[in-house]
């Protein structure tokens, strides 16, 4: 797991290490366009990756596969209504963590990478773990991060399935990652 810097660690989520999803002789050094899907655990996602390999996937492709996985949220303390009463509830023990990232490997293999090796699609997969309660600016800031490493000829992203008074008081992930400063397909 690679962990975010000190100024980094509340604008993106932590990277952990994926390399075990790729596979080795689909992988193309010589890629001539390296793009970046943005994937998240809903059925749209599985819609995004089945419209790419259909409609955009060119010989000499490498899809980045960008899966931010979200898990429980960090500590909190609660206050009660005496003053000088709280309660802290505390961190989750690591093995908790490493438990979160193979469910979330799991997931990506099953959903992601199966299809796109069954497509001999060359890719790359870049799993990051955030809490639940992340501001999208913090996914899009993952999103952001893989194309930058890659420098990604374009992001592919679902639009955002949310209502407008969810987009009003949560935020939305596609809004954030749009308007990044790379070119962007987002897929209906």
Known sequence: MEEPSQAQSHLIARRYDASDLSVPNLRDEQSTRHIVLALDSSETAEHLLQWAIVNLHRKGDTFHIVHVALVLAAPEEIQHSVPGMSHTVHNRPVEDAKADAERAKVF????????????HIAFEPHLFMENDKAPPESIAAAVDSVAKDVNATMIVIARSNKSSVQKFFVGSVAAKVTALPWPMVVVP
């Open 108 to 119: 990506v293999r099953e959903k992601f990478v199966a299809p796109l090796q069954a497509a």
